[in-house]
């Protein structure tokens, strides 16, 4: 058994859901779990120092969780790991290509400013392979996984990654894919006529081309595709609020940017309501 799962877990019912819903993924591949737990040094009450007691209380309240799990889940490894210092940077270091860190998020209430920098953001726009963010459980009846594509090579990785989950999941994989007239950004207009037809067209023959490359590789896998003229968000709000997970890829930038993720990535993370899982270039598939 491998354990290619690691879960920051701070004892906050945002968490506990992240914890659920890596451990029914964990089961179904059989894999393991790292409950990873920091106190975090840059958030203090003001005038405290951590101490080692601090450290072990969290030591023990991770181990309980840990037992809790092993009993109800009979083969599921748990293992724990507690430290002391940045929780980004700490969890940030446990991200490799080849595995996935979950983290869980609140449910976004008021201005969505507040949720800028938040730490799922912040692990996604620096992390080594893929960062799953969880604000809710999922209900039953969706059946569907969503994955947005651009065509981008990190893009195309993310479509195999939503194809895998889609496939543990036994649910429709539905790939998304937004465009824009070329002038929308600089003015209203919305051009028609032959031109725009043939630029359709070529957004169409993207997708498609990604999609026939998925059935080939998944022909176990139903695979549907859509095509929307409007900002990438909103092509792919609209089919995550029924899905049962969605998968997005974003470019990784360099110096004071690196801490930023891609505008669209960000923007769904921004306004989230679904499982969704953000897919780095190092990422392995």
């Known amino acids: 058994m491998s354990t290619n799962t690691i879960v920051g877990w701070d004892g906050s019912l945002e968490a506990d859901v992240a914890l659920e819903w890596a ?6 591949l059989d894999d393991g779990i790292i409950l990873v737990d920091v106190e975090d ?26 037992q809790r799990l092993s009993d109800e889940h009979p083969g599921l490894r748990v293992n724990t790991h507690i430290m002391a210092g940045d929780r980004v940077d700490e969890l940030r270091s446990f991200s490799r290509p080849d595995n996935l860190v979950v983290v869980g998020t609140g449910v976004r209430r008021g201005p969505r400013s507040r949720y800028h920098w938040s730490l799922g953001a912040r692990l996604a726009a620096t992390a080594r392979g893929a960062v799953a963010i969880i604000p809710a459980l999922p209900d039953e009846a969706r059946s569907r996984v969503v994955v947005g594509i651009d065509g981008s090579e990190v893009s195309l990785k993310a479509a195999r990654y939503a194809a895998r989950e889609a496939r543990r999941l036994g649910h429709e994989l539905v790939v998304a894919h937004g465009w824009l007239d070329p002038l929308i950004a600089v003015s209203d207009m919305r051009m028609e006529g032959p031109f725009l037809g043939e630029l359709e067209e070529e957004h169409r023959r993207m997708l498609d081309s990604v999609v026939d490359s998925l059935r080939s590789a998944n022909p176990d896998l139903t695979i549907s595709s859509s095509l929307v003229r409007d900002q990438v968000y909103y092509a792919l709000a609209e089919p995550a609020r029924s899905a049962s997970l969605l998968v997005l890829g974003t470019q990784q930038a360099r110096g004071v940017d690196r801490f930023l993720l891609g505008s669209v990535s960000h923007t769904m993370i921004l306004h989230i309501e679904t499982p969704t899982i953000v897919v780095a270039p190092e990422c392995l598939i």
């Open 41 to 66: 040094a840059g958030l203090p009450v003001p005038g405290q120092v951590i101490t080692p007691q601090m450290v072990a209380a969290r030591h023990e309240a991770a181990d309980r969780q840990a």
């Open 23 to 28: 451990v029914r993924r964990a089961e179904q």
